[in-house]
């Protein structure tokens, strides 16, 4: 079946300029997370949504960075006023909601140059 | 969220078994332990993951240490395509959030 996807793959913008990046997770995956990965580092957590529930944001770096999702499908990462360090590659994953634990799978990433 | 250690790099030949440690000697009691890995230029993929018992899965095996302060993947038959960086990560069961550290690059070579 599809995976989780990811749009644009790539983005080269400005300094000073607002992106938006997309999310389609797997249809029924009730749980979606967004991390941050720069260059030979590991990736780092974002933000978490489940549900109706409140979203967990507390690895989101600064104010300058939001996300929204509609429902139990497509999720924004938008980022305000970019700047030179927030360029990584931003990935998305999605998982089943739960009791334990689950695997998250996750799409192929949106890699954001600021320039 | 514990902390895990791993080595940095590991280099295994082609069709020979792999052990990749990892130590994570605060962990808690509900502590899952996760192995992801990522291939050059893709997202992490899932590989396995365990509490206490030892676990098989068609990809690979993890042998939980009986302290659970250690946990090392097993790949039975490493491949060139098992070449990634490989994440051992500890998460509580609810959220499943994950905290990557670096990880250990494969290496695996002819």
């Known amino acids: 079946g599809a995976g989780v996807s990811q749009s644009p793959s790539n983005k080269v913008t400005e300094k000073g300029k607002d992106v938006e990046l997309r999310c389609d997770p797997i249809?029924?995956?009730?749980?979606l997370y967004w991390y941050r990965q720069r260059l030979g580092q590991g990736l780092e957590f974002l933000i978490y949504f489940q549900g109706n529930s409140a979203p967990d944001k507390s690895g989101l770096p600064s104010d300058r960075f939001s996300a929204e999702r509609t429902g139990e499908s497509v999720s924004t990462l938008t980022i305000q006023r970019t700047q030179q360090e927030d360029s990584a590659v931003y990935l998305c994953?999605?998982?089943?909601?739960?009791?334990?634990?689950?695997?998250?799978?996750f799409g192929p990433g949106t890699r954001l140059t600021v320039t | 969220d514990a902390k895990t250690t791993q080595p940095n790099s590991l280099e295994s030949n082609e069709e020979e078994p792999v052990h990749l440690p990892c130590n994570h000697s605060?962990?808690?009691?509900?502590?899952?332990i996760h192995w992801y890995r990522q291939l050059p230029s893709q997202g992490p993929e899932y590989v396995i993951h365990g509490l206490t018992s030892n676990v098989n899965n068609r990809m690979a095996s993890l042998a939980i240490a009986e302290d659970r302060k250690s946990s090392t993947l097993i790949l039975h038959r490493a491949t060139l395509r098992d070449a990634a960086v490989y994440y051992c990560i500890l998460s509580t069961g609810t959220a499943s959030k994950l905290t990557f550290g670096t990880g250990t690059r494969l290496q695996v070579t002819l």
């Open positions: 605060t962990i808690s009691g509900t502590d899952y």
């Open positions: 249809s029924g995956h009730t749980a």
């Open positions: 994953a999605s998982g089943e909601s739960g009791t334990g634990t689950y695997e998250q799978y």
